[in-house]
């Protein structure tokens, strides 16, 4: 009697890119909505597949696709970590999630995480052309070329988050208890007054204080950034006697909506100790707002253990999580509406 055993060796289809999507086109901060636990995303239809979430040193370190589906107990931070791409291949993943939200993916995915600022696909969008960016990546951006500032020089360099500049001009009192100026050779902060961005810098030690409007600076604006900067000084116990104000030669805008890029690249000049040029074609405009947004996902923390949906970490009331197939993000099956018996899934980022 004889026996034969018969072997089937399964191949997974091949990953495809998505195709770009079609375009869509101004200063508030979005916040991404709350926890929805009950939607419930449509069966996709042999989705395209993007390929995994950027990984640029420990930036984005998703864990890698298991063979089976994974226990809803417990958040992915035990599980096995998808090998790092090199420099090249990180940023043009990046470069790639960039163009999908630029072309019109306004999805609640979460793309990265700069200190507290979270940028979602959606926050990514609004970098894009002919749109005003808004405070969460004005703030993010801020935070990244201080801290490559402070990295590079024995000086140290601090921003006031937008809120905060805002107030300040607005003659209110921000909270900036921790903060002592004279522990910093430069501060900054980026304004924002009627849907218009502007940069003001202090020179804590030099008694001296720059504001740079992208459509150019009045003597009553001079005057104003002056008053501003003198009492933040004093209220911090500095010595304010014979403060001064003054802007110096820069590019202007010369559309409606790239106030806030024109800030960002003023401050990135000044912290570069660079003269404060650069061209202003629509092209070069472009390009600087793909140049932040690269920046901004290439600069994230480690996202692996939060949902990209919400956010959040693992909490008391949902500690099931879910992986999409196609991209290896983690999410809240309470956040996208899986049923905790759900075998597979495709996050709104993956579904055609």
């Not at 990180?90 to 999630?97: D, N």
């Not at 749109?131 to 000086?155: C, H, P, R, W």
């Amino acid at each position: 009697m004889q026996h034969y055993t018969l072997m089937i060796q399964y191949h997974p289809p091949l990953l495809q890119h998505h195709p770009p999507f079609s375009n869509i086109s101004p200063c508030s901060s979005i916040t991404p909505p709350p926890p929805r636990s009950n939607i419930t995303p449509p069966a996709p239809t042999s989705p395209a597949s993007p390929p995994p979430p950027l990984q640029e040193g420990n930036c984005l370190s998703p864990p890698s696709a298991p063979t089976s589906p994974p226990a809803p107990a417990s958040p992915p931070s035990s599980l096995p970590i998808t090998p790092l791409p090199s420099a090249s291949q990180g940023k043009s993943l990046a470069e790639k999630y960039v163009q999908d939200a630029f072309t019109g993916k306004n999805v609640f995915v979460l793309l990265s995480k700069v200190n507290a600022y979270k940028l979602f696909y959606f926050d990514i969008n609004k970098i894009g052309p002919d749109m005003e960016l808004e405070s969460q990546s004005i703030n993010a951006f801020m935070a990244v070329i201080v801290k490559d500032y402070n990295s590079q020089n024995t000086g140290q360099a601090a921003f006031i988050d937008s809120f905060a500049m805002t107030a300040m001009w607005q003659g209110k009192s921000p909270r900036l208890k921790k903060m002592n100026p004279m522990n910093y050779e430069i501060i900054l902060g980026i304004n924002n007054q009627h849907h218009h961005w502007t940069l003001v810098v202090i020179y804590p030690q030099e008694k001296k204080s720059l504001f740079l409007n992208p459509l150019g600076e009045s003597k009553q604006d001079i005057q104003k950034c002056l008053q501003i900067t003198r009492a933040f000084m004093r209220k911090k116990g500095c010595n304010v006697s014979r403060w001064t104000c003054d802007t110096v030669k820069h590019p202007k805008q010369q559309d409606s909506t790239s106030c806030g890029v024109f800030s960002l690249k003023f401050a990135e000049k000044i912290l570069s100790k660079e003269v404060v040029d650069f061209p202003v074609s629509n092209e070069a405009v472009y390009s600087m707002r793909l140049e932040i947004a690269v920046r901004l996902i290439l600069n994230s923390d480690d996202l692996k253990d939060l949902c990209h949906f919400c956010g959040e970490m693992e909490s008391d009331s949902d500690v099931n999580w879910i992986q999409c197939d196609l991209c290896l993000r983690w999410f809240h099956q309470a956040c996208v509406g899986s049923p905790p018996t759900e075998k597979t899934y495709h996050c709104f980022a993956c579904l055609p």
